[in-house]
């Protein structure tokens, strides 16, 4: 029994640690079946020193910006799609902390800051995604993208080895990154985001804040590499971050940018295809030579990820733009523009340009180039395998002259400043000088505000206005009284544009500017950024600074009384600093106040008492909200007041007709800002720039780009119209709220319509004699191709009439060509049987369509241009 015993005793024992074993090995089983299921539902993001490598794929990306909050939900399907058409793989966002923190632990995700959504558009596209959370961004956005509240942290100070901007930086990234993994959203996890940033551009500021700065950025690098995103991580403009955290180049030109380590891929996180605008300068525009040459020469010399910055630019709604004087629109000359449609030709060179540069994938990221030299300024590099592979780009950087090359005992063209690409090493399928897509005519198209109103002019005079008169000064009871000057932004918190600065002075009846009739002189100096003087509630003018220099003097007479006078002085902000080493503590508002013209001498009222009011009236009781829009204080109107200062003017208008963009013509108004129906339209200024500076009438894009290069506008508004996304109309009922500071004529504000009516382009004889539309790899063959010139008008329209068509040697530009000397009588019979009544034609230069024995001696040329409707 004993015996028997002790073995059933063994044999249980043997039995449980056995069933346990077995146990345990099911259990670590099961986990690696899970973490099996984890790897395969999600993508291995790696790198080497020649690209970004995806589930053991190289890939060469083609990245495009679009910042979420510069447009609204109902656009992001259409842009990321538009973009996708475009040749682009990769949406690339800033996270933009200040919209999504609006106070500390205070959280907000909704409307155009639902990031979540964004990312998940993209991801539904079959795209990629960088994710660049900084927090810090710069982007011509209001404070460089952080928290105002976090200045006035005690003890804190920006982008340094600062105890509190470190943890409260810390505890913003950590949420986002948590709040992607929880959406799933990193490419670890199956999810669109294959890059992630932290930080932005500060080695262009890091020696400023001395060992401060050098600790701060190897402290944000490690942080973020804490996070644990399954991705690699980025920092742009960063000349020492560590491994193995890449470095990236942001400029016009990187083609000759290297990592710091060899073993790190060369990665543009932004490419400028054109510049913002301030407020009272010149519109500036990159053209799409320049920038299709700059991507060329990137990918010609070992480039692997190249982003757009900006692909489409979108709309500094109400008041995010930074700057200061950043304007509402934010544009930036985009291959799509501010209201999301295609901007050609720039959008679809730049669209055959990636398709060319796709079909060399395999050979760019999988050889080493060999370096031929072309000529003095002409080079070639090579990129061949054994088997057979072969992509040469041909450069001439020269940035006056072309030339002809000989590369593989065949001549080549090379136009100035431009770049051949041949994928077999013999056809040049893509030269970037030579646009072969056509040029959209956009007109803006103007509306009535209520077009069921009929009247003889079409009015909106018959709309009914309401309206709220400010008070110049302070309304309600004052905030407090100092003895000389506050800060103004230390003052308000960017709670609001707006500041008083009030004071009463007394002048005695004998004084001899009242005896004579004449004026006193007021004179002010102020750290920026614009001033509104009023002189016993009088307005007497507005002043300000720019976007290069904020503050400003200015002197101005002014008109007394016997007695007392008051002087209100409504000091404004128009966006905060963007960037910057300590940009932080840059101030705004008056530094000196002083009347010049009394018998005693000059008065110094600087540190006089003051008497300081936050905000406007209107503004405090939200009377531009919806909870406000029927506040009793409204008063109706028969006809809006004209050249009225500090008025706010309400009227209920219809959705414009159509499908079209729609935007507010401001160009009657004066400075504020424009609510629709609650939503912030943002900050309007009709402010012009100097006719004195120097702008084209045609832009040469030979030799390096700089943003004054190419400019418009000189003499005229910077920006005339204002977007208002179709998604903020109801079908009726839609109120429209104006706050006007200086004075305008609202029976004069319009709505326009962004309207495509018509398309143009021109194609050469010696243009690739391919149609990249649809080339493939197998297909570069000269004799089955021929240059194709593609006309297409909007979705719904048709070509109605061929307003110019000529072979021959045409001159001009798209709106302005002129017959030549040499010009086939045919051109428009042929162009009409191709293309009238059609949405789109193709019209291809071969003998089978255009007298090709015409002017044997010249290049010929085909110019067309269509009316769409």
């Known amino acids: 029994m004993k015996t028997m015993s002790h073995f059933s005793s063994s044999f249980l024992f043997v039995f449980l640690v056995s069933t346990a074993i ?12 899970d973490a099996a299921n984890i790897t395969i539902n999600g993508n291995i993001v790696t790198y080497d020193r020649r690209s970004l490598i995806i589930n053991g794929q190289r890939k060469l990306l083609i990245s495009a910006s679009i910042h979420y909050p510069r447009s609204v939900p109902a656009m992001w399907p259409g842009l990321v799609q538009l973009a996708k058409e475009g040749g682009v793989d990769v949406i690339e966002t800033y996270v933009f902390w200040n919209g999504h923190e609006l106070s500390p632990d205070n959280y907000y995700f909704g409307g155009r800051y639902d990031l979540v959504k964004f990312c998940k558009i993209v991801q539904q596209a079959g795209m990629h995604m960088i994710l660049r959370i900084g927090p810090f961004v710069a982007a011509e956005w209001n404070y460089g993208g952080l928290p105002v509240w976090l200045h006035y942290v005690p003890g ?54 001395g060992e401060g700065g050098k600790r701060y950025a190897l402290w944000a690098a490690r942080m973020a590499l804490s996070q644990d995103t399954g991705v690699p991580w980025i920092m742009c ?30 990665i543009w996180t932004e490419n400028w295809p054109g510049w913002f605008k301030t407020f009272g300068a010149r519109d500036p525009h990159r053209p799409p030579e320049d920038v299709a040459y700059s991507v060329a020469r990137f990918f010609q010399k070992g480039g692997s990820v190249m982003n757009y910055y900006m692909y489409h630019g979108g709309t500094n709604f109400g008041r995010t733009a930074g700057g200061p004087f950043i304007t509402t629109s934010y544009d930036y000359d985009a291959p799509i523009d501010e209201y999301g449609l295609a901007r050609f030709p720039k959008w679809g060179h730049l669209k055959e340009l990636h398709k060319v540069i796709k079909l060399c994938e395999h050979a760019l990221l999988n050889n080493d180039p060999t370096l031929l030299s072309l000529g003095p300024l002409q080079e070639a590099d090579v990129y061949e395998d054994a088997s057979g592979a072969c992509v040469a780009f041909l450069s001439n950087m ?48 103007p509306l009535d505000l209520h077009p069921t109103v009929r009247s003889p002019k079409r009015d909106i005079k018959a709309l009914q206005w309401e309206v709220f008169k400010e008070t110049a000064g302070v309304w309600g009871v004052a905030d407090f009284t100092k003895n000389g000057f506050v800060d103004h932004i230390n003052t308000t918190k960017d709670t609001t544009d707006y500041l008083w600065y009030t004071i009463s002075i007394f002048v005695n009846e ?24 009023f002189i016993n509630h009088v307005l007497q003018g507005l002043v300000s600074g720019n976007g290069t220099v904020p503050h400003f003097k200015f002197g101005t007479p002014i008109v007394l009384k016997a007695g ?16 910057g080493s300590f940009y932080e503590w840059i101030g705004a508002g008056p530094t000196s106040v002083k009347v010049e013209g009394f018998k005693s001498g000059t008065v110094d009222l600087s540190a006089s008492t003051w008497t300081y009011k936050v905000g406007l009236h209107g503004e405090y009781l939200r009377i531009h909200e919806s909870g406000g829009l029927n506040n009793k204080i409204w008063a109706l109107t028969s006809e809006p007041p004209k050249q009225q200062p500090l008025t706010w003017y309400k009227a209920v208008v219809d959705a414009p007709p159509g499908d079209e963009p729609v935007a507010l013509d401001m160009i009657h108004m004066g400075k504020g800002l424009a609510w629709l129906n609650g939503q912030e339209i943002g900050r309007y200024w009709p402010r012009k720039s100097s006719k004195l500076e120097k702008c084209i009438t045609q832009c040469d894009y030979r030799g390096k780009f700089n943003p004054d290069k190419c400019d418009t506008g000189c003499g005229e508004p910077t920006q005339r119209w204002y977007h208002v ?69 909007p ?42 009544n059609q949405n789109e034609c193709a019209l291809e230069m071969s003998s089978g369509n255009f007298n090709m024995q015409l002017c044997p001696s010249t290049v010929k040329k085909l110019a067309v241009e269509v009316n769409c409707s």
């Open 398 to 445: 020269d940035d006056k002259d072309d030339k002809v090359v000989q590369f593989r005992n065949i001549s080549y063209q090379l136009p100035a400043w431009s770049v051949s690409i041949l994928p077999d090493c013999k056809n040049v399928v893509f030269n970037t000088a030579k646009v072969g897509c056509q040029t959209s005519i956009v007109n803006m198209e």
């Open 22 to 33: 077995c146990i345990t090995a099911m259990s670590s089983l099961l986990a690696a079946v």
């Open 237 to 266: 403009q960063q000349y020492d971050a560590p491994d193995p955290v890449i470095d990236t180049c942001n400029s016009f030109y990187c083609d000759q940018f290297k990592p710091i380590s060899p073993n790190k891929p060369k």
């Open 564 to 579: 007392k006078n008051d002087i209100a002085l409504l000091s404004m902000t128009v966006g905060l600093q963007t960037a």
């Open 156 to 209: 804190t100070t920006f982008r340094t080895d600062s105890e509190p901007f470190k943890h409260y930086m810390q505890k913003f990234m950590t949420y986002i990154v948590n709040l992607m993994k929880q959406e799933r959203l990193f490419a670890s996890q199956g999810g669109p985001i294959i890059l992630a940033q932290v930080e932005n551009e500060y080695g262009n500021y890091e020696t400023a804040y």
């Open 510 to 533: 004998e004084e001899e500017f009242l005896q004579n009739k004449s004026s006193a002189m007021l004179f002010v100096e102020s750290k920026g950024h614009a001033m509104h003087v």
């Open 795 to 836: 979705t719904n329209t048709h070509m109605s009439a061929v307003k110019f068509a000529s072979f021959g040697n045409p001159t001009g530009t798209c709106g302005s060509y002129v017959q030549g000397d040499c010009h086939d009588p045919n051109s428009a019979a042929l162009v009409e049987k191709v293309c009238l």
């Open 725 to 793: 996304p179709r998604s903020w109309f109801k079908p009726s009922g839609n109120i429209l709220v104006i706050f006007e500071e200086t004075g305008g004529d609202p029976s004069q504000i319009r709505f326009s319509r962004r309207k495509v009516s018509g398309a143009c382009g021109h194609l050469s004889e010696d243009h690739p004699s391919f149609d990249v539309e649809y080339l493939q790899g197998s297909e570069i063959k000269n004799d089955e191709n021929r240059a194709t010139l593609r006309l297409k008008c």
